[in-house]
């Protein structure tokens, strides 16, 4: 939490700023409503929660976490876009997997492991396009990007994107009685 707590809000291109703000009024707001949602329902609010105060311009939000989430909570089901987290508990791979599995996104999953063996059991279960084991980092060019379920169709980005962008065609010739047939 304290990490959290030591983010310095303020505009990308000020020195020191590790926190930035939100696209516009909107997602301030649907931070707060999840927010406010998630503590009505029982969630416990560990740090920040609201609105940035002291700084003047752009839509910036306190980083926030929140504990003790649900999944009958609106965080559970859409999309925040903002700086929170909300900490979910379980008791075994299986039943975090089939939380995480419940959600019409997939576009990634994060997770912590020790063990490689469970970090290869868990991330196979996991329905998203992208998996990131003791990181937050995914994103690299010779890597594929893309998520699935509603999170998107398709890929881009690595030798596996570049089947979007190609056409192709086949040619059959015939002939003497004998057919043969290639891809070009």
């Known amino acids: ?4 707590q030591s983010l310095k809000l303020g505009r990308g ?3 020191g700023t590790t ?9 301030v707001e649907k931070v707060q409503s999840h927010v406010q949602d998630t503590i009505t329902k029982g969630a416990v609010l560990r740090t920040g929660g609201r609105k940035a105060r002291n700084l003047q311009g752009g839509y910036f939000f ?3 976490i929140l504990t003790n989430v649900t999944q009958n909570m609106s ?17 075994s791979d299986k039943e975090v997997v ?7 996104f997939g576009l990634a999953g994060y997770f912590f492991s020790e063990s490689l063996e469970r970090a290869f059991s868990v991330a196979r279960q996991l329905e998203c396009g992208m998996i990131g084991v003791n990181t937050g980092f995914i994103s690299a060019v010779e890597t594929p990007f893309g998520g699935i379920k509603e999170s998107g169709l398709g890929i881009e980005g690595s030798k596996y994107g570049l ?7 086949s040619v059959t010739i015939r002939n003497l009685g004998l057919s043969s ?3 070009i």
Request: glycine share 4%.
């Open 75 to 91: 965080v559970n089901s859409e999309e925040t876009f903002g700086p929170l987290a909300a900490i979910f508990s379980f008791s």
């Open 13 to 15: 291109i000020d020195d």
């Open 1 to 4: 939490m304290e990490k959290v």
């Open 19 to 27: 926190q930035g703000p939100l696209i516009n009024k909107a997602a």
């Open 62 to 64: 306190e980083p926030t």
């Open 163 to 169: 089947s979007e962008f190609q056409n192709i065609k």
């Open 98 to 104: 089939q939380m995480s599995n419940t959600t019409e």
């Open 181 to 183: 047939r290639c891809e």
